[in-house]
């Protein structure tokens, strides 16, 4: 429904600004597909509410519409409405307009929308989208329904349609970098919207949001630091935002792909290996020896390495399928990762550095979410930096494992809900591109030598 309507906009001539509340990589990957510029993603579990008006306004400066997709039902969060859809509304001051599956249900739709009207009536539904409904007859039954019933007004009835499918897996849909949406397919999603939806009274419906002045940015002091970022089909979950954190303090992004270069790029201060689906091209990536043998050298001789769930697991010794079998990775971190059938740890979590890390002294914290479906099975003698807890199981664990200046967790990690994290990241990636530095300039230029003089941060 979000691709479809910023699909229709677009083809008005508007610029559409897309958000995603809630933590996801998958949908801003497609919503940017269709908009044609970065999607950003607002969360009140992850961001403070500062933050969330920051990142909102300043993403919709230049905008003509902003349409920001929802997570789970309307009012689910941590713990009662925390990190809800309807608690980022309020917030920004948004209106909803609520989508609601339909198939099989003739008047207890109606029912359902008035339920919502009346929970929490600080959340303003300004409009009503059936989806999934079958023929005329039935669109004609949840119409009266809703005008007997209901305050909010029907803004169409979406029926079923098997030529626009986004497929699935395990984790979600397939990513934008996997070409899934063609041109043809927007171009169709937009054609449902027209023919099914009043985008009029839609437009009509939604006020004018007044967007406040955007926080302003003290350019960066320029600098030659260089990060380089895995970016392809196994690996491409990143916040928009964590990547511009690290512009602002002063580093270049740099991607890389390690399914299909050679090697790293040259000159970097360090890398930063996201999540994605590494699984999927094991073989591949276990075939590129020339680059994780790179990887691992890098790391080896003091280069700081961040590195979040996929990039965890090409850091370890070893990924082993579903089916048993064993694809070798970087061999930097002695950790074995098994694929599981389920997903393993899934939700929000808070972690807090037990040591000096490599994003920030000892005591700090940040928060993020896992969502994964794989297990480490083996742990050599390596050092754990955090102490990680999921708020909707109250449990707890010891993880982030650490050697040199390389820190790998399955934990996603959202820079901007520690406002010194980038920062203190970008400071020890500059102290460690230094110390290596100064180290050449005396002389010791071989990896050999470099590795054995190597301090960690």
Same mark, same amino acid.
Not at 149 to 172: F, H, T, V
Not at 393 to 419: M, Q
Not at 420 to 437: H, K, P, Q, T, Y
């Given at each position: 429904?979000?691709?479809?309507? /910023?699909?229709?906009?677009?083809?008005?001539?508007?610029?559409?600004?897309?958000?995603?509340? +809630?933590?996801?990589?998958?949908?801003?990957? &497609?919503? *940017?597909?269709?908009?044609?510029?970065?999607?950003?993603?607002?969360?009140?579990?992850?961001?403070?509410?500062?933050?969330?008006?920051?990142?909102?306004?300043?993403?919709?400066?230049?905008?003509?519409?902003?349409?920001?997709?929802?997570?789970?039902?309307?009012?689910?969060?941590?713990?009662?409405?925390?990190?809800?859809?309807?608690?980022?509304?309020?917030?920004?001051?948004?209106?909803?307009?609520?989508?609601?599956?339909?198939?099989?249900? *003739?008047?207890?739709?109606?029912?359902?929308?008035? +339920?919502?009207?009346?929970?929490?009536?600080?959340?303003?539904?300004?409009?009503?989208?059936?989806?999934?409904? +079958?023929?005329?007859? &039935?669109?004609?039954?949840?119409?009266?329904?809703? /005008?007997?019933?209901?305050? /909010?007004?029907?803004?169409?009835?979406?029926?079923?349609?098997?030529?626009?499918?986004?497929?699935?897996?395990?984790?979600?849909?397939?990513? *934008?970098?996997?070409?899934?949406?063609?041109?043809?397919?927007?171009?169709?999603?937009?054609?449902?919207?027209?023919?099914?939806?009043?985008?009029?009274?839609?437009?009509?419906?939604?006020?004018?949001?007044?967007?406040?002045? @955007?926080?302003?940015?003290?350019?960066?002091?320029?600098?030659?630091?260089?990060?380089?970022?895995?970016?392809d089909r196994a690996f491409s979950f990143y916040y928009e935002e964590n990547l511009e954190a690290l512009r602002a303090c002063g580093a270049e992004i740099v991607e890389f792909s390690p399914l299909n270069d050679k090697s790293l790029p040259p000159l970097l201060d360090a890398l930063y290996l996201g999540g994605g689906y590494p699984e999927l091209y094991a073989g591949k990536l276990s075939g590129k020896r020339p680059m994780l043998d790179a990887i691992r050298q890098f790391g080896q001789?003091?280069?700081?390495?961040?590195?979040?769930?996929?990039?965890?697991?090409?850091?370890?010794?070893?990924?082993?399928?579903?089916?048993?079998?064993?694809?070798?990775?970087?061999?930097?971190?002695?950790?074995?990762?098994?694929?599981?059938?389920?997903?393993?740890?899934? +939700?929000?979590?808070?972690?807090?550095?037990?040591?000096?890390?490599?994003?920030?002294?000892?005591?700090? @914290?940040?928060?993020?979410?896992?969502? &994964?479906?794989?297990?480490?099975?083996?742990?050599?003698?390596?050092?754990?930096?955090?102490?990680?807890?999921?708020?909707?199981?109250?449990?707890?664990?010891?993880?982030?494992?650490?050697?040199?200046?390389?820190?790998?967790?399955?934990?996603?990690?959202?820079?901007?809900?520690?406002?010194?994290?980038?920062?203190?990241?970008?400071?020890?990636?500059?102290?460690? @591109?230094?110390?290596?530095? /100064?180290?050449?300039?005396?002389?010791?230029?071989?990896?050999?030598?470099?590795?054995?003089?190597?301090?960690?941060?």
């Open positions: 429904m979000s691709l479809a309507l /910023a699909a229709a906009l677009r083809k008005k001539g508007l610029k559409v600004q897309p958000f995603k509340c +809630g933590p996801d990589f998958i949908d801003p990957g &497609h919503h *940017a597909r269709v908009c044609g510029r970065p999607a950003r993603n607002l969360d009140g579990w992850m961001l403070s509410p500062e933050t969330n008006r920051e990142i909102f306004y300043s993403a919709a400066q230049n905008a003509d519409a902003c349409i920001v997709e929802g997570v789970m039902g309307l009012f689910d969060g941590v713990r009662g409405k925390s990190g809800s859809t309807a608690e980022l509304a309020k917030l920004l001051g948004l209106p909803v307009v609520l989508v609601v599956d339909a198939s099989a249900m *003739a008047e207890s739709a109606a029912a359902i929308v008035r +339920g919502f009207e009346v929970f929490d009536p600080k959340v303003k539904i300004v409009g009503v989208i059936f989806n999934k409904v +079958g023929g005329e007859g &039935h669109i004609r039954i949840l119409r009266e329904a809703m /005008a007997n019933d209901c305050s /909010a007004p029907l803004l169409g009835c979406l029926p079923q349609n098997e030529k626009i499918r986004i497929p699935e897996r395990y984790l979600g849909l397939q990513t *934008a970098e996997e070409n899934c949406l063609t041109e043809e397919a927007i171009s169709m999603l937009a054609g449902m919207a027209e023919r099914w939806i009043d985008l009029h009274a839609l437009l009509v419906r939604v006020p004018d949001i007044r967007i406040q002045p @955007a926080k302003k940015v003290s350019p960066a002091t320029p600098c030659a630091l260089r990060v380089g970022v895995a970016r001789n003091g280069g700081p390495i961040y590195a979040e769930c996929g990039g965890l697991m090409l850091l370890g010794e070893e990924i082993v399928d579903r089916e048993g079998q064993s694809f070798p990775m970087a061999g930097l971190m002695p950790l074995r990762v098994q694929m599981t059938d389920r997903l393993v740890k899934f +939700g929000y979590a808070e972690v807090r550095l037990n040591a000096e890390g490599l994003w920030g002294p000892a005591g700090d @914290a940040a928060r993020g979410h896992s969502f &994964h479906c794989s297990t480490i099975t083996e742990v050599g003698n390596i050092a754990r930096n955090y102490l990680v807890r999921y708020p909707s199981s109250g449990r707890e664990e010891e993880e982030g494992f650490r050697i040199k200046n390389v820190l790998a967790s399955y934990i996603h990690l959202h820079f901007l809900s520690n406002p010194n994290m980038a920062v203190c990241l970008v400071e020890n990636i500059r102290r460690a @591109a230094s110390g290596r530095r /100064a180290r050449l300039q005396h002389g010791h230029s071989s990896l050999k030598d470099d590795a054995i003089r190597e301090e960690t941060l």
